[in-house]
Structures are given as structure tokens and as C-alpha cells.
């Protein structure tokens, strides 16, 4: 069995941080995203893997190179122009051959890797095995009906969504998904709809099977599903400190605390993760946050955040929390009079201000 591994698009939801980074690189407990698909797929025992990538960009292929240190082989396969789900597949067919394979989509995430949905998939014998979690929003996913345990139709982002229940990003098929996303027409959106692939499957009459995800599974789309899938993560964290800690300063909880970090007269709380050489000083860090490293954090208060490499968060006087700072961030108390808010922003950046 090979992998694919879809790293394209814009992350036209996540901006301003995607104006400079690829949405799959964006480190959730300061690690990317993108890592944690791969982790899972060789984990799982597939040590052959395609990803797509945007064929403007080499980022992806520079940050994650050829593979072998996860002791798989990576072969990189360029996407002109994004043209939805069923199109990656598609641009897949030559490195696949006659193999079956499992298709992840590089910006979700679930506990517990795929090495089960593997194994489920090679004991029903079916053409295609999908996953499937139970959601709030099933109108952002493609949606099953199911009748009888079985998956009749599957919709894309309907109006009105026949089950509680989304196609989760993992999916897994035999040869017959290639004639599949050959024989749709795009969507009204101008997309290869996967979902449409898989409705065709079901309309020939091929053999769709399915694991439920009973535990956790992220889509981290938006930015609020980025600190959600942060939260996740920590949450499950080996706690492990490696820097020093004064002996003016409380670390509670699992908290891990990278080389060369230093916490001085400051309170940790975690779950939290403190990056290679922060220095945290007569600072609060609460939990679920994420601070990247080169970080300075000094008299001030980080809880429920993502905090990108180089920032600097120095003599603010309100807490800083629920936010996603990007790399090389400056927040500071303003200098001078008369005191004012000062803002250097991008486009489609948030701010709220007391």
C-alpha cells in the first residue's frame, strides 16, 4: 500500500498567516502540521508516499525534504492550479499504478493515527473505505447517509445534510477511484468534488465501507480549529523539561520546556510547550498555549495561543489569549504620550482591542 498526501491550496481561511507560509507547515505544539499525516501514514507501515504540492512553491518539499526521517521515501507531485480533492487523486494515478492506497488530507488531524483504518480497509475488501466523525457543522463536509449501516449517498456541503456526520480526511482505495474522478464534472464552485468521486463509486455499484472516528479528528480550516487541534494535542503531551527553571517560578501540569528555554519568576501552567531558547520573564503562561522558539515573553500573559518562532511580547498589559501570532511578531506596550494602540496589520487580520 502507498500514501498520498494532499499540501496544496492557498489557506485562503487562515490569512494573514498563509500570506507567508503554506498552510501545512503552520506548527500545531510546534510541530507542523504537515508532519503529524506523515507520522501517521509510517506508523501505519506505508513507506511509499506522493505528496502534492503547489507547483509554484518549493516550500514544502525544503521543510520536509526526501522523507528518510521518518524512514519513508517522498516523492513530490506539482499542482498547477488547485481544482479540488478528486483532481489531487487524479494527478496521482501514475505513481499509485495498480497499488491501493490511502489518501490524507495534510491539514487534518486525529488521535490514534490510520494504522486501524488500514487494516479495516484490507479485511472488508472494499474499493473504497471512508472515515467518518460525527460534527456540528456537517454542512462544511461532505456528508454520508447512512441506511442500515451502510453509506447510500454522499453530499458536498449540503444546504440541508442528511446525517450529523462528515467524511473525515482520510480516506482509503483501490484502482477504481481513478476512473471515478475521471468520469465527474466540476462543481459549482468550479471543483473536483471528492465527495462526487465517492457518489459515483456508489452509483456503479462498487463496495463503500467506513470506520466512525469515536475519537478526536480536526479539519484545521479556520483559525479557531488550529487552537482547538493545539489544544488536542497538548492535551495529550509527554511532559519534559530541558531548560531551566529559577527557583522564583511554579511549573504545574504537563508542560514541556525545550533546550535552552529559560523561565525566570514566572508561573507555567500547562498543558503549554515553551520552544528552544524562550525566555519567559515575570510572565504568566497558561494552558493550551504554544510558544515557538526564540520567543521572549516578559511582563506579560499568553493562555489558549499559538505563538509562532521570534515574537516578542513585552510589557502588555492585558492577557493575550485565544490569538495566533505568526513568526517574528512584535507585541508591545506603547512608548511615550499619549498612549495609544499602534498597529502594523496585514490583510484579513483580526484585532480586538478594551
Known amino acids: 500500500m502507498k500514501a498520498l498526501i494532499a499540501s496544496g491550496g492557498r489557506g485562503t481561511r487562515l490569512r494573514p498567516i498563509t500570506h507567508t507560509r503554506n498552510k501545512h507547515l503552520i506548527p500545531i505544539a510546534n510541530k507542523p502540521i504537515l508532519h503529524y499525516a506523515i507520522e501517521a501514514v509510517a506508523q501505519a507501515g506505508i513507506t511509499e508516499m506522493a505528496i502534492v504540492v503547489n507547483a509554484d512553491s518549493d516550500e514544502v518539499q525544503r521543510a520536509i525534504g526526501d522523507g528518510k526521517r521518518w524512514g519513508v521515501s517522498i516523492t513530490y507531485i506539482p499542482q498547477e492550479v488547485p481544482g479540488g480533492l478528486a483532481q489531487v487523486v487524479a494527478l496521482s494515478e501514475a505513481f499509485m499504478g495498480d497499488d491501493r492506497f490511502i489518501f490524507y488530507l495534510g491539514d487534518n488531524m486525529v488521535v490514534g493515527g490510520v494504522k486501524r483504518f488500514r487494516e ?5 475488501g472494499s ?118 527553571v529559577d527557583d522564583r517560578s511554579v511549573v504545574a501540569g504537563k508542560v514541556i520546556l525545550e533546550q535552552g528555554a529559560k523561565i ?25 498555549s504554544s510558544i515557538g522558539n526564540n520567543t521572549v515573553v516578559r511582563k506579560s500573559e499568553v493562555e489558549y495561543s499559538i505563538i509562532l518562532r521570534d515574537c516578542k511580547i513585552l510589557n502588555v498589559g492585558i492577557r493575550l489569549e485565544g490569538s495566533i501570532l505568526g513568526n517574528d511578531v512584535e507585541v508591545v506596550e506603547a512608548a511615550g504620550k499619549p498612549r495609544v494602540h499602534r498597529f502594523m496589520i496585514g490583510d484579513q487580520s483580526r484585532v480586538e482591542v478594551v
Open 264 to 288: 525566570i519568576n514566572s508561573v507555567v501552567r500547562g498543558p503549554a510547550i515553551i520552544g528552544e531558547n524562550c525566555v519567559i520573564e515575570d510572565s504568566y503562561i497558561g494552558p493550551f
Open 127 to 244: 474499493n473504497c473505505h471512508l472515515t467518518i466523525s460525527r460534527v456540528k457543522d456537517p454542512e462544511r463536509f461532505g456528508v454520508p447517509e447512512i441506511r442500515d449501516g451502510r453509506i447510500v449517498s454522499i453530499e458536498e456541503k449540503p444546504k440541508r445534510p442528511k446525517s450529523s456526520y462528515a467524511v473525515a480526511g482520510i480516506y482509503l482505495y483501490d484502482r477504481s477511484i481513478f476512473e471515478a474522478v475521471k468520469a465527474i464534472k466540476p462543481s459549482a464552485r468550479g471543483e473536483l468534488e471528492i465527495s462526487d468521486a465517492h457518489q459515483y463509486l456508489i452509483q456503479k455499484g462498487l463496495h463503500i465501507s467506513y470506520s466512525e472516528i469515536t475519537g478526536w479528528w480536526k479539519d484545521t480550516g479556520k483559525p479557531t480549529d488550529l487552537l482547538e487541534a493545539n489544544r488536542l494535542v497538548l492535551d495529550n503531551a509527554t511532559p519534559s523539561i530541558k531548560g531551566e
Open 120 to 124: 479495516e480497509f484490507e479485511k472488508s
